[in-house]
């Protein structure tokens, strides 16, 4: 069983749906993530919290809205998507943010129609 | 800006063959992390290594860090099909950052 999970596994939505992704961490860690991994792209940082207060927003778009009320969970609120942000959207975890080892949820495949 | 290149970016081999793959950069890192990503999943950490020059062995991968922490090398004996997935490469200094990954596909 991972540390970090996310619901839903899988998730179809059309362009003026609201939908949320949810990540849940089991490792007592401090830091969580939001990474997108769109087919044959690298690794993309949408978003890192650290004791709860956001620290990087790497110039993701406002339809992309994420939500950390404590150190163990953390939302992606998503509306009005394009069917390019059709990817897999991977939460993360680590002690702190910026230098420690980061721990991968199973990701969350959101296909836009 | 911390950047980390991986070579190659795509690998197909036997069963049974040997492998190495390579994470290079220009900038030293305190630590280097490996992950393998099978399709659909999130990346699963292999190995952490700290000092240069070290080595380490997970059953039949040998990850090597370089002596001057820029760089790091895995190396895959006797390939198996479940070895295939995307190997990545992650870098801990001033931040955690990702290289672009080596798609090894193992064929039986």
């Known amino acids: 069983e991972t540390g970090v999970t996310q619901t839903p596994r899988h998730l179809v939505m059309g362009m003026t749906n609201k939908k949320s992704l949810k990540c849940e961490q089991h490792?007592?860690?401090?830091?969580m993530y939001w990474y997108k991994q769109s087919a044959k792209k690298p690794l993309e940082l949408m978003f890192v919290y650290n004791f709860k207060e956001q620290t990087e927003n790497n110039s993701v778009p406002s339809r992309f809205s994420p939500e950390c009320p404590n150190s163990s969970h953390l939302f992606l609120h998503l509306h009005t998507l394009q069917p390019e942000d059709s990817a897999l959207y991977l939460c993360a975890s680590s002690q702190e943010w910026p230098r420690n080892t980061i721990y991968f949820g199973e990701g969350s495949w959101l296909t836009v129609v | 800006t911390q950047l980390l290149e991986q070579s190659p970016q795509f690998l197909s081999i036997q069963e049974g063959e040997n492998l190495t793959v390579y994470c290079n950069s220009s900038s030293v890192f305190s630590s280097l992390q490996w992950y393998r990503q099978e399709p659909g999943e999130g990346p699963v950490l292999l190995v952490t290594?700290?000092?240069?020059?070290e080595v380490k062995k997970l059953k039949r991968l040998t990850f090597q860090f370089g002596d001057a922490r820029k760089d790091s090398s895995l190396h895959i004996t006797a390939a198996q099909p479940g070895d295939t997935g995307l190997y990545l490469c992650a870098g801990g200094g001033q931040n955690f950052v990702f290289g672009p990954g080596t798609r090894l596909s193992v064929l039986p």
């Open positions: 490792l007592g860690h401090n830091a």
């Open positions: 290594v700290v000092t240069g020059g």
